[in-house]
């Protein structure tokens, strides 16, 4: 929470009548004096809430959905309680966040929020590629329950080519069904992974990313080559997830076969063959699409 120094200038001082003249001012702030009743001394204990309250209901006012949430606690907006005799500031679901349920069914690690955006409505169909990209996720979409496995995606393609858009498109529509997600940016999964290296909760981080119901993997390939990920983490997690039949999906800058490269240390034969495995295990669990050209922006 801020307090109030932060929303003076550093050689101001802090004046608390004109301060409570400004929350009179603002129709819901004094709107909530008034009906409670407050004497100037709860004001002042409560002023860091009331400042807060404010500055958060201005970002909340020029908001215009989740994917642009400029708050910590992203789809809830702040209201004033009064507890006990002290002004409280808490949270509730705000407008944004009360139609859509499946939010709740993706866990997202290291994604922008416009993922939980992503829509069908939206999907760009330009190219052929794309349009088999569409075809083979409604299938998904059709085909796919617990009892029915259907193989995962591979998308490559440069960077801009609409990759992750596409991904968190089938994402929401399947959590939209109830299905559980986790959906994370490779690259910093690594990067998390490597600093919890013995730690007590490593190992339940690879568990949850064998078991999770649906799991997407954004980027793969953009991470440094780290011979222990490969082997001792990504390996068992794909392994797992092919002899359990669990979706997986991909997205990548490279294509399979360059991906050997990219996960491989060195040159040497050794090298190449552990890469060979893990591209093997991902070839394995789907289907593989190149994009090459840019979604269409009307």
């Known amino acids: ?42 004001i002042k204990e409560g002023i860091n809430d009331i400042l807060t309250f404010m500055d958060e209901k201005e970002k909340c006012n020029h908001c215009k959905g989740l994917f642009e949430c400029k708050l910590n606690t992203t789809g809830y907006w702040p209201r004033l309680a009064l507890y006990n005799g002290s002004i409280q500031l808490q949270y509730e679901k705000c407008q944004y966040n009360k139609g859509d349920e499946s939010a709740k069914n993706i866990d997202a690690f290291y994604v922008p929020k416009k993922i939980f955006q992503a829509s069908l409505d939206d999907f760009d169909m330009l190219g052929q590629v794309r349009k088999e990209i569409h075809r083979y996720m409604m299938s998904f979409i059709k085909q796919y329950n617990k009892d029915t496995y259907v193989k995962g995606m591979y998308i490559s393609g440069p960077y801009g080519t609409g990759k992750t858009y596409i991904l968190a498109t089938l994402a929401n529509e399947l959590a939209k069904k109830g299905s559980h997600i986790t959906f994370a940016y490779y690259p910093d999964l690594v990067r998390e992974l490597k600093s919890s290296i013995g730690s007590e909760n490593f190992e339940d981080k690879i568990e949850a990313l064998k078991k999770t119901e649906i799991l997407f993997l954004d980027d793969i390939g953009g991470e440094s080559p780290n011979a222990f990920i490969r082997d001792e983490v990504l390996g068992p997690i794909l392994q797992y997830r092919l002899l359990d039949q669990k979706p ?18 060195d040159s040497s034969t050794l090298e190449k063959t552990k890469s060979l495995r893990i591209v093997e295990r991902i070839r394995a669990l789907t289907e593989e699409f190149e994009l090459t050209e840019k979604p269409h922006i009307s």
């Open 248 to 265: 997986t999906f991909f997205s990548s800058n490279l294509k399979s076969k360059v991906l050997i490269d990219a996960m491989s240390k």
């Open 1 to 42: 929470m801020k307090k109030i120094n932060d929303f003076l200038p550093r050689t101001e001082s802090v004046d608390y009548d004109e301060i409570i003249d400004r929350f009179m001012a603002d129709p819901i702030v004094s709107d909530f004096i008034i009906k409670n009743d407050l004497t100037n001394d709860t």
